[in-house]
């Protein structure tokens, strides 16, 4: 009778420490700002300062792993929305604080983006913003 006892016992505690699927939540973190940035096209969608045109929300910015970026950028035509210039550049992202060089300019801000992960913000260090989404147009 003490034998089955301390073989059920055994038999209970293997039971009740055995592992499954749900005690891993590995599989639910959320991307880091860098995955999220290369997840694909971005497209702009609003600004701080006059906002963008029908045409100009066309344009876009596609962020590589190695850092570098390519900016397209659509402006209004006499025949419609038309690709004006393709900007090669780069990046830098330190944590969540991004730099884009641009041939005349530099755009340092802080990249935050929404709990869908479809909108990116650029709070820019002057105080403006810059809004991307996944969308286009």
Do not use: H, R
């Not at 055995?18 to 991307?31: Q, R």
Request: aromatic letters at 8%; hydrophobic letters at 40%; glycine letters at 6%.
């Amino acid at each position: 009778m003490k034998t089955l006892k301390i073989v059920a016992i055994a038999f209970l505690s293997i039971l009740s420490f055995s592992c499954s699927n749900d005690d891993d939540s590995s599989n639910n973190t959320l991307p880091t700002t860098l995955d999220l940035l290369t997840s694909g096209t971005w497209y702009f969608e609003s600004k701080s300062q006059a906002g963008y045109t029908a045409c100009q929300k066309e344009s876009s910015i596609d962020f590589m792993v190695d850092g570098s970026t390519i900016i397209k950028i659509v402006e209004e035509s006499m025949d419609g929305c038309e690709l004006v210039e393709t900007i090669n550049t780069n990046y830098i992202l330190d944590a969540s604080t991004i730099t884009i060089n641009f041939v005349d300019d530099i755009l340092f801000g802080i990249v935050t983006y929404d709990a869908s992960l479809q909108t990116l913000i650029i709070t820019e260090n002057e105080g403006g913003f810059i809004i991307l989404d996944k969308v286009q147009g």
